[in-house]
């Protein structure tokens, strides 16, 4: 694709994006400054508190020690 045509092509984007967002209506100004987070129904997420800084270093190195691979693992299936 030469330049010329490149250059064709996003100004028929651009002006095809420009009318359709033209058609759309606005929002009424009372209805965006309505929408906070405070007022979304979202779910909180929260990570557990209970679990210390050991606890966790303890079970990522016992993680590690016991670590297989995905091969490992497929190739067990066959000496089994």
């Not at 210390?52 to 016992?62: F, H, L, N, T």
């Amino acid at each position: 694709m030469n330049a010329k045509s490149f250059i064709a092509a996003a100004a028929m984007f651009v002006a095809t994006a420009t009318a359709f967002a033209a058609e759309s209506p606005e929002p009424a100004p009372e209805a965006s400054a309505t929408a906070s987070a405070s007022n979304l129904n979202l779910p909180t997420l929260g990570a557990p508190s209970h679990t210390s800084r050991d606890e966790a270093k303890a079970e990522a190195v016992d993680f590690v020690k016991n670590y297989k691979t995905t091969l490992s693992v497929q190739l067990d299936q066959y000496k089994n």
